[in-house]
């Protein structure tokens, strides 16, 4: 299981890399959310998938048994999906505003406008 959550957290990566490095600002924004969706993946991969055993401490013991699945991963997860789930509707907002403003997406064109203004 783990290896096929590796290859589609690459995927994801690629994904991302292939949107991040296009001019228009919203496919670059759909290629952070990408990418925070693999990270957030990885650290999933990393801190286990597994069913076999609850991290339940038995009595008189100080860990967990072998072989179960780490809750602090998946806590961390919950968390950046909240802040990425809001960076994203500010960053939307934000370009939305903006295309209202200079009837453009592409970054060449916002950095030509902004030269223009401050001129």
Not at 66 to 86: C, E, K, M, R, W
Request: hydrophobic share 50%; aromatic share 6%.
């Amino acid at each position: 299981m783990e290896s096929v959550l590796a290859i589609l957290v690459g995927i994801l990566v690629a994904a991302a890399t292939f949107l991040l490095l296009e001019r228009n600002l919203l496919r670059q924004i759909f290629g952070i959310m990408l990418l925070g969706a693999g990270v957030n993946l990885l650290i999933l991969t990393v801190g286990r998938v597994t069913r076999v055993t609850p991290p339940l401490v038995p009595d008189g013991a100080d860990l967990p048994p072998d072989g179960y699945a780490n809750p602090l991963s998946q806590a961390l997860i919950l968390t950046a999906i909240v802040i990425s789930f809001g960076l994203a509707t500010f960053t939307l907002v934000l370009l939305y505003r903006t295309y209202q403003e200079l009837g453009t997406m592409d970054a060449d064109q916002l950095a030509e406008a902004e030269d223009e203004s401050q001129e």
